[in-house]
């Protein structure tokens, strides 16, 4: 039922800071996350792109890093961080491992590590660095979460279906607490290359902290990223029980497919509308209820003109809208989970992030922008992601009550 | 070099779109009937015409042809832009 499950405990490790927090904070005062590539050189690998929003991880993290991909590597300090911040720790009798879950998402996997192992003799660890569920699996091992563990690979939408998958879990009573996230890492030379091709990335290369610009007219494609968070959703009755205090409740979720194109949405955004349409419903809310919206916003021309559509289309009068993005790039799977930890926040400070770069407003985007950091009264905010192969996705949350 | 690059980018349609050169001329629409060039077709087209011709189309040129004459047009005056 909408209402029964909250948030109560949040992590993250993003190109704008190694904590929720530090990402929080350096979002709120406009600091990008971009500049030039600093993994390998972009030019001799015969990117056109040379900017992404590189993560940073912790000099000390819970896993040893040549046992573990990247991306688990992320998604395991994220949770780490968030089981904290929840007030759990697994050591206690609170933490009965078999109703703990997790459900943390990768667009990919370990692409790095593919692409470090094709010249290699491989390693017998190799397949359990790049699998796309190992983020999830490394979060249950080290923590011992021994409930349900899913790992949602739908590209870009992936981290926002890892809340819905969360969220149902814990609404079923298979889980009290799961641990909901998504993780990626992405920078490697095909990688990168790969959203070239499709003339999906920003070739700004001179003003990396100005190239991802969602809803600008001026946009030319999405500023690739990596990170990863973790958020702990609970059934409300288990948070009761253990005295703590919610940050926010995930009220709905819905989730559609295009079914028209891999990468070309349909240009009435049917697919997006019906899926916020159903996250609506499932949270019982009404769209004029909705304070607002962090949207999906990668910065690419047909991406954001699509949102646009589909927010037009839902709401008589479209709330305000961020595209968190602009300053940490498109992490890909992990961007839904982010993006949902900065939607708690946002109903937890009573406080809208920026959209960077929005400088120009691009006619056929026709939504009203937040440009500067604001407080605001946000009681029900919406957080949208869609993916290639044509998959939509969109969760609800209120503040805490 | 004008007659050349016409030629290559006719031999990248018809390899990349798996038709014969001679079912296709320059009137023709990229996304028309004959061609049925959906929207990653055409990217691959661009890639093609980068790799084989040095000329980088965008997203928004692309959007802008038409046909297979407009593509010829547009590389034309790339290279001799160069």
Known sequence: ?401 | MQSTAADQIESIISNRLHVEESGFDDETVITGEKLDAESLDIVEIAEAIDGELGVYLTVDDIEEMQTVGDLKSFVASELEGN
């Open chain 1, 1 to 401: 039922m909408a209402g029964d499950v909250v948030v109560t405990g949040l992590g993250a490790v993003t190109p704008l800071g190694t904590t929720a927090d530090e990402s929080w904070d350096a979002l709120m005062a406009t600091e990008s996350g971009a500049g030039p590539i600093t993994r390998f050189d972009p030019a001799d690998a015969n990117c056109r792109s040379h900017i992404a929003c590189e993560a940073t991880l912790p000099d000390e993290t819970p896993v040893e890093s040549d046992r573990v991909g990247r991306y688990a590597e992320l998604a395991v300090t994220a949770a780490d961080e968030a089981i904290a911040d929840a007030g759990f720790d697994p050591a206690d009798p609170d933490w009965v491992s078999a109703q703990v879950g997790t459900s943390i998402a990768s667009s990919i996997g370990g692409l790095p590590e593919v692409e470090d192992t094709i010249e290699d003799r491989v390693s017998p660890r190799f397949v359990v660095r790049y699998l796309s569920n190992l983020a999830s699996s490394q979060v249950s091992i080290v923590f011992g979460a021994e409930g349900p563990n899913r790992a949602a690979s739908t590209a870009c939408a992936a981290g926002v279906h890892a809340m819905a998958d969360a969220m149902r879990e814990v609404r079923r009573g298979t889980a009290d607490v799961m641990l909901a996230g998504g993780s990626e890492s992405i920078l490697s030379p095909h990688g990168i290359r790969g959203f070239d091709a499709m003339r999906a990335l920003s070739t700004r290369n001179d003003q990396p902290e100005r190239a991802s610009r969602p809803f600008d007219a001026d946009r030319d494609g999405f500023v690739i990223a990596e990170g990863a968070a973790v958020l702990v959703l609970e059934s409300r009755a288990h948070a009761e029980n253990r005295g703590v205090t919610p940050i926010a409740t995930v009220e709905g979720a819905g989730r559609s497919a295009d079914g028209v194109h891999p990468t070309r949405p349909p240009d009435d955004a049917d697919g997006l509308v019906r899926c916020i349409e159903r996250a609506l419903t499932d949270a019982d809310v009404d769209p004029d209820a909705v304070d607002h919206v962090n949207a999906h916003a990668t910065s690419t021309p047909r991406g954001d003109q699509h949102e646009a559509t589909a927010l037009n289309r839902v709401f008589d009068e479209c709330p305000p809208v961020t595209g968190t993005k602009s300053l940490t790039g498109h992490t890909l799977g992990a961007s839904g989970a982010i993006e949902s930890v900065f939607t708690a926040q946002t109903l937890r400070d009573g406080r809208l992030p920026p959209t960077a770069n929005h400088e120009t407003p691009d006619p056929d985007c026709d939504v009203p922008v937040v440009t500067e950091p604001q407080t605001a009264d946000v009681d029900v905010a919406l957080n949208v992601a869609a993916g290639f192969g044509g998959t939509n996705g969109a969760v609800v949350f209120t503040g805490a009550k």
